[in-house]
């Protein structure tokens, strides 16, 4: 096959696609009569290659509209699929990005949505498959149907689901551990975050599997393990942990996966003594403080782990799209703060 007909059979394929196979016709006619660049008008029967070509262009014709095409490989891809488990299944989103991983370590960031949200919002909100994309990593989305929880939460406080190997838990850290093993993913670049009860669900599940992560994202959530039924979650909630309940100290801030934590100290949904009693856990001692976008903020840091309280700030993704749901563009952004200390190691975190 020379170059002048691979170029026309190239343009009689776009041509099928555009919706003319007639043209499409004429160009396998021209092509195949030796005349490439000929386009003009012809009967399939009697056109410039003569009575007996019909049965040939047709042939031609239909291997070319039955070929299938490959995805275009310039654009991101996002993957919807379930997962499911003896606990039950669960729908998701997977971002697949389409370059390589900027520095040669590829990814998985697992995002959990909160009540009222939907995969689809929630990314929309934070951004993340844009920020993880140009660094060549996966973003998973798993989702909470109506039929499990109305409001759309994820079952943080019900034991039936935070403990471990049970419900919900065992049913996304198992969807976790079969995409990462799909996309030969290791266990110390893989992430866990998520907003309200997805940041709670996110602390459930590295008490749970705490192997599984190598770090994770905590934004306006709540601390593993406070709450058994849905009074025990208001109450936690509403007036954050009890002083006896609360962690005063870090049990041990060398184990486990890291943590970056964010918290308004205007949030009216969830108390942000939640976030104070997660930074508790995990030993932060260096203070500093700033400005970002309109929005002030106090971040405490360690070797483990990292606190910004936002001041003034609501129940809100810090620094997220406005066009999707519970964001507000001021403030640091969470996204790419997570991303950062995400892909830090352990040393070199301050």
């Known amino acids: 096959m020379n170059d002048d007909f691979r170029a026309a059979m190239t343009q009689a394929t776009a041509t099928v696609r555009g919706g003319d196979p007639l043209a499409a016709t004429r160009m396998i006619q021209a092509a195949l009569a030796g005349n490439p660049g000929t386009t003009a008008a012809a009967s399939p029967a009697t056109g410039p290659a003569g009575p007996g070509l019909l049965p040939k262009v047709r042939r031609v014709y239909d291997k070319l509209r039955r070929k299938p095409q490959p995805e275009p490989t310039d654009k991101p891809r996002i993957r919807p699929g379930r997962h499911d488990t003896p606990q039950g299944s669960r729908a998701y989103r997977l971002f697949v990005p389409t370059i390589p991983p900027a520095d040669g370590r590829g990814g998985l960031v697992v995002m959990l949505h909160g009540c009222t949200q939907t995969p689809e919002s929630f990314a929309t909100g934070t951004r993340m498959n844009a920020l993880a994309g140009a660094l060549g990593l996966h973003v998973l989305w798993p989702e909470q149907p109506r039929n499990a929880n109305r409001m759309r939460c994820w079952n943080w406080f019900e034991p039936d689901h935070h403990a471990p190997g049970a419900g919900e838990s065992a049913i996304l850290t198992s969807m976790v551990r079969a995409i990462a093993q799909e ?18 669900m996110a602390e459930v599940l590295i008490a749970a599997d705490p192997d599984l992560f190598a770090a994770a994202g905590i934004h306006s959530g709540v601390p593993a393990g406070l709450a058994s039924s849905v009074p025990d979650a208001m109450a936690l909630m509403q007036k954050g942990p009890a002083a006896e309940a609360a962690p005063s100290a870090p049990g041990n801030p060398g184990s486990g996966p890291r943590r970056i934590v964010f918290h308004g100290d205007a949030d009216t949904t969830v108390h942000p003594g939640n976030g104070a009693a997660i930074a508790a856990m995990i030993g932060l001692g260096r203070v500093t403080e700033g400005t970002t976008n309109g929005r002030a903020w106090t971040r405490r840091t360690g070797p483990r782990g990292e606190y910004w309280l936002l001041h003034g700030g609501g129940h809100a993704w810090a620094g997220g799209d406005p066009a999707g749901t519970h964001t507000e ?21 301050s």
């Open 183 to 200: 996309h030969d993913i290791p266990r110390n670049r893989v992430y866990v975050a998520g907003m309200s009860a997805g940041g709670a």
């Open 329 to 349: 563009a001021a403030g640091p952004d969470a996204s790419a703060e997570m991303l950062r200390f995400f892909r830090q190691t352990p040393e070199g975190a």
